[in-house]
């Protein structure tokens, strides 16, 4: 049987994995992938096979209050029951924030953990959760090599002056600098757009990374050289739940005049913000876009006007671009999302192809159009895997 590495991606509400195996060459299979959702509600596991068909289904009551540690037993069980626990060479993780040291996948120890700890402030929506299978996984398996992956690392490549915000200069030191998100995604964007247009992906390329967090990157011959994230999640682009950026102002008045305690505003800016509450209706474009109330209507062209804005600033620090490429869960499947963003860059010569763009297909620009639009679905896990292999296969280190 062969080896394989085990992936997970951990979110506030759910967990994903994957299996993959590692073939005599050394390249990655997919084996195994699934979901567990609804935790801290009513959980739901679902499993496909490398066919797509379903192997295991498992429901849990409503308010069954499991955490992630305690759904990873019965889910580890089950995945090596699939080939046997010796088979799972490694685990690797996504990792939100790796801070302002870490620039490559690293193994796990408990100094490590300490440190990404105490990160948690910086991303306490996603920190916390991207963590818990790793202590679940140390206290099961204790002897299996775990890999952290870092969203942050990708962003590493951003010149200082992309970094640093203006302030004094001892708070950069003290880590107060733009650091940046989604890398696992654009990074693996980047590397497919490889795959499809070499001469497009050495270019000027805006990615954009639209779901319920979203965030636009800026990169040239594959690399960062700035983003819309920066200290947290939290900036840049509307969100579905998160305001973006926002005048620091209001978060002083909010507390001055409104009485929020730093714990209550973090919650109204993570959690109660963004798409929800603008529209106050849902976080979910496809909810949105199904709906006739004009308070959604509203919120979706404050999205888009704003992604258009970031995309706008982006463009300017490129010197121009040659392509832009729409991934994530609104990116991939929202057309008239994209549609919209896309309109407020006739000017630059995009002319988007309505029958390619309606579908969804990898590339939705139109022959005639200055800059070509693709649309790349994201596959973080099989980065997480490949950056396991890499991280196995050379010295431990940052």
């Not at 980047?190 to 967090?213: P, T």
């Not at 490949?386 to 050379?394: D, F, P, Q, S, Y």
Request: charge should be negative; glycine fraction near 10%; charged fraction near 20%.
């Amino acid at each position: 049987m062969a080896e394989a590495i085990l992936v997970f991606n951990a979110g506030s509400s759910s967990i994903k994995f994957a299996l993959y195996e590692i073939d005599a060459s050394g390249s990655l299979s997919p084996h195994l992938h699934g979901l567990i959702e609804g935790i801290g509600a009513a959980p739901h596991l679902l499993v496909r096979n490398r066919l797509g068909q379903v192997a295991h289904e498992q429901f849990w009551p409503v308010g069954a209050a499991l955490t992630h540690e305690d759904l990873l037993t019965p889910l580890l069980e089950l995945i090596e029951a699939e080939g046997g626990e010796d088979r799972i060479r490694a685990v690797s993780h996504r990792i939100v924030h790796g801070g302002a040291r870490h620039f490559r996948p690293v193994r796990i120890d408990p100094e490590l953990l300490a440190e990404l700890d105490a990160l948690t402030p910086l991303a306490p929506l996603h920190q916390p959760h991207n963590l818990a299978p790793v202590r679940a996984i140390a206290a099961l398996r204790p002897g299996l090599a775990q890999i952290a992956c870092f969203d942050t690392a990708f962003h590493r490549s951003m010149p200082l002056r992309a970094e640093r915000f203006p302030l004094p200069r001892a708070l950069f030191d003290q880590g107060i600098r733009r650091y940046g998100f989604h890398g696992i995604s654009y990074e693996y964007v980047s590397r497919r757009l490889y795959d499809l247009d070499r001469e497009a992906a050495r270019g000027r390329v805006i990615a954009a990374h639209l779901g319920n967090g979203a965030s636009l990157c800026a990169m040239e011959e594959g690399r960062s050289v700035d983003t819309t994230m920066g200290f947290t999640a939290l900036d840049g682009l509307m969100m579905g739940t998160r305001s973006g950026s926002i005048d620091p102002g209001v978060v002083i008045d909010l507390i001055r005049r409104f009485h929020h305690t730093p714990d209550s505003v973090e919650d109204l800016l993570y959690r109660h913000s963004g798409l929800l509450g603008v529209s106050e209706i849902s976080a979910d474009m496809r909810t949105l876009l199904a709906s006739s109330d004009p308070r959604a209507a509203e919120a979706i062209a404050l999205f888009v006007y704003r992604a258009a804005r970031e995309m706008g600033g982006l463009i300017a620090v490129l010197g121009g671009v040659d392509a832009i490429v729409f991934t994530g869960g609104v990116g991939e499947h929202a057309a008239p999302v994209r549609a919209a963003i896309m309109g407020y860059f006739e000017w630059l010569g995009v002319r988007l192809d309505t029958a390619a763009n309606a579908a969804s297909q990898t590339l939705i620009s139109a022959p005639e159009s200055r800059v070509k639009v693709f649309v790349i679905p994201t596959d973080e896990e099989r980065m997480l895997a490949e950056h396991a292999l890499e991280c196995l296969a050379g010295p431990v280190g940052s």
